[in-house]
Structures are given as structure tokens and as C-alpha cells.
């Protein structure tokens, strides 16, 4: 079956740096996908992981490791914007590469 | 300009109501989704359409149907909405050319059905 896990809820500080994990059972992998999404708002793109490692952007590195299912969201340096939902997405390349989404991790920063 | 955009924005209706959703887009994507979220439940995909004229369900298109008459324009209609249908409806393309395939979301429709 298809089931991507990842915490309902996480806080930090501002300042502060938080991991978000994802962990994922899919009948194909072709990609894994990172959005941001503020409360009422559009899911924004962050990152895209399709090969093993780390990839860097800013303040935002996502990792992925294909044989462990896994996958994960750096956030250094937070900031009070960075309060937001943020979705782990599989494209299924068994499954007519349809994105697969998480209920999401609802991230709170506090001052 | 916005990228992708959704018509309306908010709207409340009445259980049995006929109502249609609409999607535009600016961005030249083959594809095009139509999602819904729920608190708790995360993103669903209702219908998706990789082009004109092409229709596939997904998790959960019972008590939808779309519309894909143009390359920009993708419609979901509820032919007779019920209760459980409030939610937040987003519609979204992608470029399967770029390899990556990220999908751009629109601003959502914030749906009341009462």
C-alpha cells in the first residue's frame, strides 16, 4: 500500500534549528518532494530530492535515503515566518507518477 | 500575475446544489490536478489530466467530475453537493518535460456546503 508518515506537530525557537522527518512505502519512487504551507494558503515548493544525500538551499537542506524510505527537512536559523505546515510528497513512477502527499507537520516558532 | 489561478476564491452553497470550481493557468503545463484538503487529512487528489481532452480519477473522485477543454483550463463541478464536500480545494499543474515535475499550486477555493 501506499503511506507516507511524518509527526503531526513540532516546535522550536526562533534562532533554533529543527529536522522534520519522513518516513515512506510507495509502490514505485521516481522523487521525493518538500512544500511549505501556511494556515489557508497554497502549498509552496521547497525541494525536491530524486538521488541519495543532501541537498542545500539557504536555510533549507533536505536529505534522502531510498533504501531506508526516508527523508528529512533541515530548517537552520528559524524564523518566526517559517510557522507553517510542511508536506512530504513521493511521485510514484508505479502509479502513473501521481504525487503522494503526508497529512503534513505542523511547525510552531516561538520567540 | 499569478501562475495558476481558482475562481472563486470562497463560496457557500446549499446541499443538492449544482456548482463548478474553475482553474486557470499561465504556465504552459501539460498537466493538471485537482486536490482537496481536509484538517487532519492532508492533500487528496479528486481528478488529474496530463491533456486536453484527457480525464483520469484518483483517491477519491466519487461525486466529482472535471472538464479539461483547453490546455489552461481544467473545471471540477459537484453535481449535487452534500456536507461532507466542505473543504478546501486546490488545483495545481506540473511539467513532466523538466524531470522534476514540481506541481504549482493555486490560491485555493474555500468551499461551505451547507
Known amino acids: 500500500g501506499q503511506n507516507i508518515d511524518q509527526p503531526t506537530e513540532m516546535t522550536a525557537t526562533e534562532g533554533a534549528i529543527v529536522q522534520i522527518n519522513c518516513t515512506y512505502q510507495?509502490?514505485?519512487?521516481?522523487?521525493l518532494f518538500w512544500y511549505q504551507q501556511h494556515a489557508g494558503e497554497a502549498p509552496t515548493f521547497l525541494s525536491y530530492?530524486?538521488?541519495?544525500g543532501l541537498e542545500e538551499k539557504g536555510r533549507f537542506s533536505s536529505f534522502l535515503s531510498r533504501s531506508k524510505g526516508y527523508s528529512y527537512l533541515l530548517l537552520k536559523e528559524l524564523q518566526m515566518k517559517d510557522s507553517a505546515s510542511y508536506l512530504c510528497?513521493?511521485?510514484?513512477?508505479?502509479?502513473?507518477?501521481?504525487?503522494?502527499f503526508g497529512t503534513g507537520t505542523r511547525l510552531q516558532v516561538f520567540p | 500575475d499569478a501562475d495558476v489561478t481558482q475562481t472563486p476564491r470562497n463560496r457557500i452553497t446549499k446541499t443538492g446544489k449544482r456548482i463548478m470550481l474553475e482553474c486557470s493557468q499561465t504556465?504552459?503545463?501539460?498537466?493538471m490536478y485537482w486536490y482537496r484538503q481536509d484538517p487532519g487529512l492532508g492533500l487528496q487528489l479528486i481528478y488529474y489530466?496530463?491533456?486536453?481532452?484527457?480525464?483520469n480519477k484518483g483517491e477519491i473522485s466519487d461525486g466529482y467530475s472535471v472538464s479539461r477543454q483547453a490546455q489552461a483550463k481544467f473545471s471540477l463541478s459537484l453535481e449535487s453537493a452534500i456536507p461532507n464536500q466542505t473543504a478546501l480545494y486546490f488545483c495545481?499543474?506540473?511539467?513532466?518535460?523538466?524531470?522534476?515535475?514540481?506541481?504549482?499550486f493555486g490560491p485555493g477555493t474555500r468551499l461551505l456546503v451547507l
Open positions: 495545481a499543474t506540473s511539467d513532466f518535460s523538466s524531470g522534476k515535475e514540481t506541481q504549482y
Open positions: 510507495t509502490s514505485g519512487f521516481n522523487g
Open positions: 530530492n530524486v538521488l541519495d
Open positions: 510528497a513521493v511521485r510514484d513512477d508505479e502509479n502513473t507518477d501521481k504525487l503522494i
Open positions: 504556465k504552459g503545463h501539460d498537466r
Open positions: 489530466s496530463f491533456d486536453v481532452k484527457d480525464i
